[in-house]
């Protein structure tokens, strides 16, 4: 059974950085294409990054510049730098790993809850300001 935990999240003012961790189980981690999303209260969830099996990176235009994701294969985990943060970034933030067939990483943002197939429980980032 796939399970991926997210871990990193809190409270910071603007400006301030964090740094997200997804660790699975039960999946080789590799060969699949990974992904962040968020979802702020009233809103609905949005893609902000999707990392390929061989390290290529997409954003979401909101993001680009200020956030880097990455992975460490051998440790089975992917992160998320997240710097310069901002009010507006706040949300609760998921991990979600297997991209579904035929799913285009066109616009990152517009990725719906079935562009992936196994989900995180979610890690929450508050940003003051």
């Known amino acids: 059974q796939v399970q991926l935990v997210e871990s990193g999240g809190g409270s910071v003012q603007a400006g301030g950085s964090l740094r997200l961790s997804c660790a699975a189980f039960g999946l080789t981690y590799s060969i699949h294409y990974l992904a962040w999303f968020r979802k702020a209260p009233g809103q609905a969830r949005e893609g902000v990054a999707v990392?390929?099996?061989?390290?290529?990176?997409y954003y979401a235009d909101s993001v680009k510049g200020r956030f880097t994701n990455s992975r460490d294969n051998a440790a089975n985990t992917m992160y998320l730098q997240m710097n310069n943060l901002k009010p507006e970034d706040t949300a609760m933030y998921f991990c979600?790993?297997?991209?579904?067939?035929?799913?285009?990483?066109?616009?990152?943002?517009?990725?719906?809850?079935?562009?992936?197939?196994?989900w995180g429980q979610g890690t929450q980032v508050t940003v003051s300001s």
């Open positions: 979600a790993a297997v991209l579904s067939p035929g799913t285009a990483l066109r616009n990152i943002q517009a990725l719906g809850a079935l562009s992936f197939r196994h």
């Open positions: 990392i390929s099996p061989g390290g290529v990176k």
